[in-house]
């Protein structure tokens, strides 16, 4: 049996993963659940998955979990014991599924203790490409993609010489506004912005999809994953979800990977790799698919992409303070204090006042907490 831990269990991924736990009960023991303050499921979880240690971070919620008994699990709580569960015991392999900045220094503790990383958290990768991918190296720890995409590259290259390859297409949704203008978008509402077309996802991704910034933040994903140039990295908007991305090798050959849209599908696979095993998913019926269609990404309305690609090819700090601006901004649209265009205002107005440094993980995280400031001083002053 594999041994697992899984950080934000309670999630969209987090649920997931669990469930592909469930139809493999052979394959899996669960060492390590943690989520943040969602008490009841994750009570729930731990009566069923019996992990070794079970930690929220958020003290109070915590507290009323203490009250709970439970055989065979160590409860703990609060952000430090958190970040020491990841590291924990016979543990083979990480998912990390906690949303946003907050999974970064688990994964690093993870990687330290010479874990393998099912990653979902990208933002990882965003804010502290490099880094993660240096130390990834040196402690001998394999990096296998959770995201649908990279899932993707990750089976069509497998076998293959990775120098070989000429494009990553990296397909989009293109979100619910695919096909809208600016004007159109003036007035969208939270419940708008939370209508995903084809993934039901935590809701911080949600609204990244409708604004392009999870692609965005996908390119740098890949690019560190897979060693690439940012200029061998194209999207593509398939609003289908079915192809879930391509390689175009140096002699023109293109190798795509198909599935329904499932995200158990990639965590499964980065669970049991490199063993194939079968999947709950539903079949891709070839005589009930209509067309699948591919088209250019509208960088215009929805501007998280170029973002991505500017921050990315500068490098240093800048892709943390972009991550850092827009989870603030995220937030405030989902508190109701800014409108979704206003979004894209925030991310501008702040990474322009926002100076450069070399990626160390001090810098890292001194510019996650100076761009998160000035992006709360901005949004209460402007709005
Ligand atoms: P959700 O919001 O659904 O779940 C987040 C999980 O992390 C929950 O278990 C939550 O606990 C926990 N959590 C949130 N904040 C903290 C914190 N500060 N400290 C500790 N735990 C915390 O997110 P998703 O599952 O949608 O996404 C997780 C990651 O996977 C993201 O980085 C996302 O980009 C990536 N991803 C997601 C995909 C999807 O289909 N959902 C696809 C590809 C990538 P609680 O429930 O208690 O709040
Ligand atoms: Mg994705």
Redesign the pocket.
Known sequence: MKKISI????????TQALDVVRHLPEEFSVEVL?????VE??ARQIKEFRPRVAV???EA?YKKLSKKKFRGTELAGG?QA?IDAAGFGASEIVLT????F??LEPTIRAIKARKNIAL????TLVVAGEYITKLAELCGVEILP???EHGAFFQCLQGEDRRKIKKLLLTASGGPFRGKTRDELLNVTIKDVLAHPT?N?????TV?SATLI?KGFEVIEAKFLYGVDYDQIQVVVHPQSIVHSMVEFCDGSIIAQLAAPD?RLPIQYALTYPRRLPSPIKPLNFWELNSLTFEKPDTETFRGLNYAYAMGKIGGTLPCSLNAINEVAVNAFLQGRIKFLDIFTVIEEVLTRRDVFAPTLENLLEEDRGARQLAERYIELAY
């Open positions: 950080l934000g269990s309670t999630g969209s991924i987090g943690t989520a943040n303050s969602n499921l994750f929220l971070a958020d919620a952000r958190l599924a906690i949303s946003g907050a999974g979902a958290n990208k933002e959770v995201d649908s993934w996802m935590g809701k911080k991704i990244d999870n995200m």
